[in-house]
């Protein structure tokens, strides 16, 4: 993709993949039955939207762009904020909704499906680039990476200004592509501009974080001194329970369905690992699609939940050879590394429904000498170990499936943690005239 910036007829910026109205009327369709299931935030707009009390608010979003994040940005226009939005990962956008949003005419989307990391970052400075304002004044985060992008922004703007290092490059974010790419540019940056970061810090008002991976970032600028307002929506009580728990529990087995070539989810051995309010919800979905469902989970107080709500709990090596479905909810990395996956059985299906894509040993499934990767269908891919000439399927490259291969939480259910988002914002713009450019 092209890395320059697009304007629609009325100046506003944008790149998504095609602004073009093919199949518009689809996506239209389904961005009002969206708008009629989110009762909640038809709810803020009827009371909220009079008064216009975002009126002025410059909000930069990193959300999964669907139909759902649509009905949010529509919420935050009709009380009277500005958006610029960019995903929150590299596949969880819908090409024909970004499009439908610009064709709208009520944000700047910078998104498309399959971005490098290189890319992923481009549009998320483009939609922290406020032009002459300098920055956000309000940030909506799903997945910490706007938060960790400004923290080590201000980490090395600290750093260059004491010493006049500049940050390197440690075998540690080498690891990590997105992080990589985040030091590469803070560091490309730097000389121009050192202060970027500290005066977009200064404007910022607050941020709303849905993720636990964010609330844990958050934590750690606390602890560091680089202290933002922050609203928790992560652990409010809505978000947990419908997001966490209702949501994969409608989603994943839509996403296995949509997917998964076999015969049925039914009589088979399904694995979930994990068994907080995610993996929960993941074995409610697998029993009650009539599989046979086990659990492998470390904190000795979820195992118990588990116990008691009757699925049996072991080691994950004790079911790597028997179990047809793997699915990961922890967020820890390699939950499931390459030599598990060698050990299943062939046609075991894997599948993430965590935050990021660190569950399931990617890389060395890619690196593995002589494995072979055949496309059974769209983010359906069997590998093939040299072997035995048998091998495993894996689901939307070890990313979160129930975007990947389907379309995500029910709008219902969405639209409980995105109401709270709204309301969070509602509350961090109240502070705005302690802000140190007001």
Not at 285 to 305: C, G, H, I, M, S
């Amino acid at each position: 993709m092209d890395l320059s910036v697009d304007r629609t007829a009325s100046g506003r910026e944008y790149k998504v993949k095609d602004i073009s109205r093919t199949g518009f009327d689809r996506i239209w369709t389904e961005l009002d039955q969206a708008t009629m299931e989110m009762t909640s935030l038809e709810a803020v707009r009827t009371k909220y939207g009079p008064n216009q009390p975002l009126k002025g608010a410059k909000i930069s979003a990193s959300i999964a762009v669907t139909s759902r994040a649509g009905v949010l940005i529509k919420t935050l226009n009709n009380l009277g904020a500005e958006v610029r939005v960019c995903s929150r990962g590299t596949h969880w956008i819908n090409d024909s909704t970004a499009a439908a949003i610009m064709a709208g005419d009520c944000a700047s989307v910078f998104a498309w499906n399959g971005q490098t990391p290189q890319e992923y970052l481009w549009c998320m400075e483009r939609a922290l680039d406020w032009g002459q304002h300098g920055g956000p004044d309000l940030i909506i985060d799903d997945g910490g990476d706007i938060t960790r992008f400004i923290r080590e922004g201000i980490k090395a703007e600290k750093m260059y200004e004491k010493t006049g290092q500049l940050p390197g490059l440690s075998s540690s974010s080498t690891e990590d592509p997105k992080l990589r790419v985040m030091l590469t540019s803070i560091r490309d940056g730097l000389k121009s501009d050192p202060q970027r970061f500290h005066r977009m810090k200064d404007r910022l008002v607050g941020v709303s974080e849905m993720s636990t991976d964010g609330i844990q970032m958050l934590s750690k600028m606390q602890a560091d001194g680089t202290f933002l307002e922050a609203i928790d929506i992560n652990d409010s009580p809505t978000k947990r329970m419908f997001d966490n728990w209702y949501g994969p529990r409608l989603s994943l087995v839509e996403g296995l369905r949509r997917a998964y070539t076999g015969d049925s989810i039914a009589e088979k051995a399904a694995v979930v690992c994990g068994y907080g309010e995610v993996g929960k919800g993941c074995a409610d979905a697998l029993k009650e699609a009539r599989a046979k469902v086990f659990v492998t989970e470390n904190n000795p107080d979820y195992v118990f939940d588990a116990l008691v709500d009757g699925f049996p709990v072991k080691h994950i090596d004790d079911f790597i050879s028997m179990a047809d479905f793997f699915v990961t909810t922890t967020d820890y990395k390699d939950s499931i590394t390459v030599e598990h996956m060698r050990k299943m059985k062939n046609n075991a299906v894997i599948c993430s429904i965590g935050q990021f894509d660190n569950d399931i040993d990617m890389e060395g499934l890619e690196t593995y000498p002589g494995v072979r990767r055949i496309t059974v269908s769209p983010q359906t891919d069997k590998w093939y170990f040299p072997e035995t000439n048998t091998g495993v399927i894996v689901l939307a490259e070890g990313r979160m499936m129930n975007l990947g291969c389907a379309t995500g939480h029910p709008s219902f259910v969405e639209s409980c943690p995105y109401t709270d988002h709204v309301i969070g914002l509602l509350e961090l713009w109240k502070l705005k005239d302690g802000r140190t450019d007001a």
